[in-house]
């Protein structure tokens, strides 16, 4: 075997050993993506499906739960493609089809949960930002236009407030019932403070006025609650005065 073909050999065996290497490396890649990204839809979908289920029915509307529907649809279509054989994702996608096609039929099943504290607000306002991520995502991905992302965004950003005025209605309803009026004053100047902070106030125009109106209802209490503890104290003073001064004469006396 001459020079020149032996030379040809160790050439074309180091090539289709980098060969070899490269197409191996290229499907290595080809896996490792397409693990990112099933767990990304997988991640998305749970996410979807927490917030359908667990954002409180006084927030949930047929709207919503159609738009978390077709996300949900289209998250499963994806997962399909890269998992052609999983019949039970193929279940799941039909399952999805006969729910979308309702439109805003569809039927909500999400029960009233009231916000009375911080721990609940806090739990929802999550959900928010949540179901905030999840449209962003949809919308840089195709899976929701971006005129509708939008009008999204602000709806989302609407129920946050809604989630506020809920949480300081309730705690100040609930100190005045408790006859706390310091605790209610609070919560709606609170109330006020926050509802002036945002940058269109007119959706809020009649939370605002009641809540002015409970701020004048807690400081009347809260005035009438102080001038009945000053009476009460100036009472027992002039009483132990009194009980003072006859233990004075008393003590004259038998002196």
């Known amino acids: 075997m001459s020079p020149v073909v ?19 490396q290229a499907i ?28 409180p029915g006084q927030l949930m509307t047929a709207k919503l739960k159609l738009l978390l529907s077709r996300l949900q649809l289209q998250l499963t279509e994806r ?49 928010l930002e949540s179901l905030h991520t999840l449209i962003s995502t949809a919308g840089r991905n195709d899976l929701l236009p971006l005129n509708e992302a939008k009008l999204w965004t602000r709806q989302i950003r609407h129920m946050a407030v809604l989630v506020h005025i809920e949480l300081f209605s309730t705690l100040g309803r609930r100190a005045l019932q408790q006859e ?7 919560a709606f100047e609170r109330a006020i403070q ?24 807690a400081s009347a209490m809260l005035l009438n609650q102080t001038s009945q503890a000053t009476q009460n104290s100036e009472l027992n003073e002039g009483l132990k005065s009194l009980e003072d001064e006859g233990d004075w ?6 002196d």
Do not use: C, W
């Not at 032996?6 to 197409?23: D, E, K, P, S």
């Not at 706390?180 to 609070?186: D, E, F, H, K, T």
């Open 6 to 24: 032996m030379t040809a050999l160790i050439a074309g065996g180091i090539f289709l050993l980098m060969l070899l290497a490269y197409a191996k």
């Open 194 to 217: 926050f509802l002036r902070k945002q940058p269109d106030q007119s959706p809020y125009q009649a939370h605002l006025s009641r809540f002015e109106q409970q701020l004048q209802k």
């Open 249 to 254: 004469k008393k003590k004259n006396i038998y």
């Open 28 to 55: 290595e890649s080809s896996k490792l993506e397409k693990a990112r990204q099933r767990a990304d839809l997988q991640d998305r979908l749970r996410r979807s499906q927490e917030i359908s289920e667990r954002l």
């Open 180 to 186: 706390q009026p310091a605790q209610a004053r609070l």
């Open 79 to 127: 997962l399909l493609t890269l998992d052609k054989h999983n019949d039970s994702l193929r279940q799941d996608v039909q399952a999805l089809q006969a729910l979308v096609a309702q439109g805003e039929s569809i039927v909500v099943n999400n029960q009233p949960s009231p916000i009375g504290d911080e721990n609940k607000a806090k739990e929802v306002r999550f959900l």
